[in-house]
């Protein structure tokens, strides 16, 4: 014999919440900051595709610096940035 247990729940009392919570909480910033190189170091960091991580270095919407043709990026700054 199973044993059941109904709940009213209300679901957008519930999404409040969880947003609340998740606005209250403070934002993780890693312990170290990592100098991420290149667009693929970038993709592998965000986890998207290289043509995602380049377009948003493209339209400037992540900083980065560039030594010869090599292109860095600053963790801390690139969640900064996405979170904007």
């Not at 109904?6 to 957008?12: G, R």
């Amino acid at each position: 014999m199973e044993n059941t247990i109904t709940l009213n729940v209300d679901y957008q009392q519930i999404a409040t919440l969880v947003a609340e919570k998740i606005a209250n909480e403070p934002a993780k910033e890693p312990e170290k900051p990592l100098k991420i190189r290149g667009i693929r170091g970038l993709a592998a960091y965000l986890e998207v595709s290289t043509s995602t991580a380049q377009k948003l270095k493209n339209l400037n919407l992540v900083p980065y610096w560039t030594i010869g043709n090599r292109v860095f990026f600053d963790s801390v700054a690139v969640e900064k940035a996405i979170r904007q």
